[in-house]
């Protein structure tokens, strides 16, 4: 604000009357009569002294006219500023923020809206109006945002409510088998998911958290398969997979959530024949998912903008309103420590490299572990101990309904044709040493072992009912 | 339908079967015996593995696979088709049962029996 040049005000100040010069214009008349009363031949020193107590005068004189005029100046420049001010607060500013609320942008409104003559006042005017405006841009595309994941929840739950009236209108015959219910309700789970993994994004993109967390860590098999059920075209995905790490259970959901958008992305932009690939490795970082499509190879550009799109993910205006994805990538990432780079891929389309760092790296909980209590709780010995046909018998013979039993004696008349009816490898070289009969048993109903699974489960007996 | 709460995990069980829900062997039930032809290979799906590995002591129960990998038989039955098809694992079937409508329907019973009435 030094640089501003001081031209307000100057008129006035010329206009003012020199009124300190007066004062040496009065003193003329004493000087004169100092002349004349004087003795002449005195006169020569007292007329220098008064002389020069007369130049002094002037001189006083006008140094004082010069600074009262400066006085002036600043005095008007100072009402100026002031009436500019207001007028920027109480005309310019609500007018350009209503413009930018009206949609123009900054350097219309700017235009639209009186500029002020003081350089300062300009200037703050073009901070507001592009501050104004970057704000205005974040709302709109947060907004369209927003409807767009509402609408596409929406249009899911509504597929959803037409398959299970038609599933209700199916089964309500009873005519349907337990294959096509399995079916339905596979359908419904995968219909499902993505409803979830969809409010999951709206979740993350209003800064709130993920559904749900895992309380132990979880293997990247499960991860990969957890992000391919929550996408439409799951089918496409193929896995390899060699890694037998985990992924701790705190961040098990994102980072499921996170590849969910990417194998979304890669999806929905390759063609519906063409196959996405997942490849999981242990790298020196941590995990590496590399996941390739063949579909369109993005440009630099477009490379650019996603990955300026994943690196802002808190910046709401970078959103382009119906692509939600790498945003929701994008905050994860920071939310975990994820990295992601996107690159062209060999197999023509774009591959997407997700690294999963250390920190989140756990070795792989064995499942058998958690089975020993089961085993011993139950009613069925370990598999490799004893011979699962005993086991399935014993228990089919003590405690199951009455169909079951004469399958489970049909599994001991199988057996009693053996020269030694033992556990273990006896009996599994005598079943080698027999071609397996062409002809089948008649199909056992699922649903008499229902108890025998849920002993070995430790649950609710839920077999799937097949009845023969 | 529901897995065992400690079992449970982000993965469902559509992504398990690749989005089959039938088609599965018919020849396959609950009892048929199942054995294990070859070992585990890296890069497997994790349930093909994990039956390999069971089968490999021993035959074991379609019934039991299902309790063991927590996983509804009619799912197991998609994995083992997987399995059977690919040559890694073999079925034994179990004999019919005798019932009133077929009573000692194994020839293998009967000339059993026959034998053993000659030798009287």
Redesign the interface.
């Given at each position: 604000m030094t640089d501003i040049p001081l031209s307000r005000g100057t008129a006035s100040a010329r206009l003012a009357a020199p009124g300190w010069l007066y004062l040496p214009l009065l003193s003329l008349p004493l000087w004169a009569w100092t002349l004349w009363a004087v003795p002449p031949d005195g006169a020569v020193p007292v007329l220098v002294a008064s002389a020069a107590a007369l130049a002094a005068l002037v001189v006083l004189a006008l140094s004082l006219n010069r600074r009262e005029r400066r006085v002036r100046e600043l005095t008007g420049e100072i009402a100026g500023l002031r009436a500019d001010t207001a007028a920027l607060a109480e005309d310019h500013l609500p007018r350009l923020s209503e413009r930018l609320r009206q949609g123009d942008s900054a350097e219309t409104a700017l235009h639209r809206v009186p500029a002020p003559a003081d350089p300062g006042g300009r200037a703050v005017l073009g901070a507001v109006a592009a501050q104004i405006a970057a704000a205005e841009r974040r709302r709109a595309s947060a907004m369209v945002a927003c409807a767009t994941a509402a609408g596409r929840v929406q249009a899911l739950a509504t597929t959803m409510l037409a398959d299970l009236r038609r599933m209700q209108e199916r089964h309500g015959d009873g005519v349907g088998s337990?294959?096509?219910v399995?079916?339905d309700?596979?359908?419904l789970?995968?219909s499902t998911?993505q409803v979830g993994r969809i409010a999951d994004s709206i979740a993350v993109l209003t800064g709130a958290r993920s559904g749900r967390r895992?309380g132990r860590a979880?293997?990247m098999?499960?991860?990969v398969?957890?992000?391919?059920?929550r996408i439409g075209d799951?089918?496409r995905v193929r896995v390899?997979?060699?890694c037998t790490q985990a992924v701790a259970g705190f961040a098990?959901?994102g980072v499921?959530h996170c590849l969910a958008e990417i194998l979304d992305n890669a999806a929905r932009f390759s063609p519906p024949t063409s196959e996405v690939h997942v490849h999981v490795e242990e790298v020196q970082a941590g995990i590496a998912v590399m996941v390739e499509d063949g579909g369109l190879v993005m440009g630099e550009e477009a490379l650019e903008r996603a990955r300026r799109t994943v690196e802002s993910g808190l910046d709401l205006a970078t959103i382009s309103g119906t692509r939600l994805g790498l945003a929701v990538v994008g905050q994860l990432a920071q939310r975990y420590g994820l990295s992601v780079s996107f690159r062209s891929s060999s197999r023509g389309g774009t591959a997407v490299v997700l690294l999963l760092p250390q920190k989140l790296i756990k070795p792989l909980p064995r499942?058998r572990v958690?089975?020993t209590p089961d085993t011993a709780a139950g009613i069925?010995p370990p598999?490799?101990s004893a011979?699962?046909?005993t086991?399935?018998e014993a228990d089919a013979g003590t405690e199951t309904t009455p169909p079951a039993s004469?399958?489970?004696?049909?599994?001991r008349?199988?057996e009693t044709?053996l020269p030694q009816r033992r556990?273990?490898?006896t009996?599994?070289a005598a079943?080698?040493a027999r071609p397996?009969?062409a002809?089948?048993?008649?199909?056992?109903?699922?649903k008499?072992?229902g108890a025998?699974?849920s002993a070995?489960?430790?649950?609710d007996p839920?077999?799937?009912s097949?009845d023969a | 339908?529901?897995r065992?709460h400690?079992?449970e995990?982000?993965?469902?069980?559509?992504?398990?079967?690749?989005?089959r829900?039938?088609g599965a062997d018919?020849?396959l039930?609950?009892?048929?015996?199942i054995?294990a032809e070859s070992e585990p290979a890296?890069?497997m799906?994790?349930e093909h593995a994990e039956i390999l590995r069971?089968c490999a002591?021993?035959?074991?129960?379609v019934?039991?696979i299902?309790?063991?990998l927590?996983l509804?038989?009619?799912?197991v039955r998609i994995l083992l088709t997987d399995l059977l098809d690919s040559g890694r694992v073999?079925?034994?079937?179990?004999?019919?049962?005798?019932?009133p409508a077929t009573p000692l329907a194994?020839p293998?019973?009967l000339e059993?029996v026959l034998v053993a009435l000659h030798n009287l």
């Open positions: 337990g294959d096509d399995l079916g309700l596979m359908h789970d995968h998911a895992w979880i293997g098999e499960s991860i398969r957890g992000a391919m059920g799951y089918r390899h997979n060699v098990a959901e499921v499942p958690d089975r069925a598999p490799a011979s699962p046909g086991a399935a004469p399958t489970a004696d049909g599994a008349t199988a044709g556990r273990g490898m009996l599994a079943e080698k397996a009969p002809d089948s048993g008649p199909a056992t109903p699922t008499g072992f025998f699974r070995v489960r430790g649950q839920n077999g799937s097949k | 339908m529901s065992s400690r079992q995990g982000p993965d469902r069980l559509y992504v398990i079967t690749s989005g829900s039938a018919e020849s039930d609950a009892v048929t015996l054995a890296p890069g799906q994790s069971m002591a021993g035959p074991m129960a019934v039991e299902s309790a063991h927590h509804p038989v009619a799912v073999t079925a034994r079937h179990p004999r019919p049962a005798p019932s194994s293998d019973v059993k």
